[in-house]
């Protein structure tokens, strides 16, 4: 061995991402067009011949409901996704696709709850919802509140992600008592977002109140960092034990 050969490191293989465990991917962003996800269906495609590929068995994706940035309704969401349902047909793609929503709640939303508009749901109505990253909304408690009194099941989408859950311990401790429903991005246990929301959502697997994992896929820039997964062993594995709702979508 040459005194060159001492400083040569050998490649590191990375386990290819095997979500076959998870079944049902809950959120993501694949109708093209309509919100900040996928913005044309060859790309869209792209995406989800590559989730199938990871073992999944069917995709609820879920575009943005925002009143002030994507003003979608269910009858758009529903054309978009017959659209990409005849698409991946056609592409001989087997995994099964349906749609819910994103629902961003602020004042308007919480509005339309008490006046008992329809929102898209799946399973056995949950809706998906998200706050702001920053700064806690002040109706979020009355918002869940009327959501569960129109008997809606809501989810927290990322709950990792927000900064005012992760500074404020006691907002953690009376969202968990109301055994709010949370959703944590796989992308987080990979660092993608940062590490403290990495360290959060470990600490949410830690404590047990992870009810549902997604992938929040929006571009091929996510799958690229999602493959690495496996990579953080530990968490990865522990995942994989969860008693999740996923599985029974």
């Known amino acids: 061995m040459g005194w060159l050969d001492m400083f ?7 386990t ?49 409901i925002m009143s002030e940035y994507y003003r979608n309704t269910p009858e758009i969401i529903g054309m978009g996704l017959e659209d990409l349902r005849r698409a991946v047909k056609a592409e001989g793609i087997a995994i099964q696709i349906d749609a819910a929503a994103e629902y961003y709640m602020d004042e308007i939303f919480l509005e339309k709850v008490k006046a008992g508009e329809k929102m898209l749901t799946f399973a056995d109505d949950y809706i998906l919802v998200e706050t702001g990253f920053i700064n806690k909304p002040q109706m979020l408690l009355d918002t869940i509140f009327q959501l569960e ?50 360290d959060f959502g470990e600490m949410l697997v830690e404590r047990g109140v992870v009810a549902l994992l997604g992938t929040d896929c929006h571009n091929t820039r996510y799958l690229d960092m999602l493959e690495t997964l496996p990579k953080h062993q530990k968490i990865y594995e522990k995942i994989q034990k969860l008693d999740l709702i996923n599985t029974q979508l």
């Open 16 to 64: 290819p991402l095997d979500l076959s465990w998870l079944r049902v991917d809950m959120h993501s962003h694949l109708i093209p067009g309509i919100d900040d996800g996928s913005k044309t269906m060859e790309e869209s495609l792209d995406l989800v011949r590559r989730l199938a590929g990871f073992g999944l068995e069917k995709i609820i994706t879920t575009p943005h």
């Open 149 to 198: 009194m129109a008997g809606y099941k809501p989810i927290l989408a990322h709950p990792e992600r927000y900064q005012y859950l992760i500074a404020d311990k006691k907002l953690q401790e009376e969202l968990i008592d109301r055994k709010l429903l949370f959703q944590v991005n796989l992308l987080s246990f990979t660092g993608f977002y940062s590490k403290q929301v990495k």
């Open 8 to 14: 040569k490191r050998t490649p590191v293989e990375i």
